[in-house]
């Protein structure tokens, strides 16, 4: 009985060894072909000429500085901004934005929607809630800001065509919008 399992031992033993081999020589030629096609893509850009190698260093460059620019607050906006500075900046994006839909350029427009309002919002269902046309001056009135967020009073002239006017006629009211300060600059809330 001994020799019998002596036997079952050594045969499944060297059974156990194949499958393992085999198992490694397939990871070993998987990490070989990634190896290969990672140093094709990478010795694209130093097989090419000078153009090439210097928009391949240009690149990450560029990219690093954006990122350590962003993360320091470089020329943007905050909550703790200055209250006059906010003001400024608010109001001159809120009349920049009403410019826009003045001129009917809704997509302009549209990128001053903070970026959870175009989350919610996509740019067609942006457009078909504006009518282009309609609006013709605004003036910003006032501007309140509390920490991120402000409060900006307008007054927009539009045209009104009523029933059975043969003219429109040209209306001013009261608009007040929600900006709030975020990613270094003031962006329109849009509450839908």
Not at 143 to 160: F, G, N
């Amino acid at each position: 009985m001994k020799f019998e399992m002596a036997t079952l031992y050594s045969a499944f033993a060297v059974c156990r060894a194949q499958v393992a081999l085999g198992f490694e020589a397939a990871r070993t030629e998987w990490g070989t072909r990634i190896k290969r096609m990672f140093c094709d893509v990478f010795g694209h850009f130093h097989r090419a000429g000078v153009a090439k190698r210097r928009h391949s260093v240009t690149g990450p460059i560029v990219v690093v500085f954006g990122l350590l620019a962003g993360c320091a607050g470089v020329g943007g906006l905050s909550g703790d901004a200055s209250p006059e500075v906010k003001r400024d900046v608010v109001a001159q994006r809120a009349k920049a934005r009403w410019d826009r839909l003045i001129a009917s350029d809704l997509a302009g427009a549209y990128e001053y929607m903070s970026p959870a309002s175009r989350a919610t919002t996509p740019l067609d269902l942006y457009k078909a809630k504006h009518k282009v046309g309609l609006y013709r001056s605004v003036k910003v009135d006032d501007v309140h800001c509390e920490a991120d967020t402000c409060t900006v009073d307008l007054s927009l002239t539009y045209d009104y065509k009523g029933k059975g006017m043969k003219e429109p006629m040209e209306i001013t009211t009261p608009l007040t919008e929600k900006w709030i300060i975020s990613q270094g600059q003031a962006w329109f809330v849009d509450r839908g």
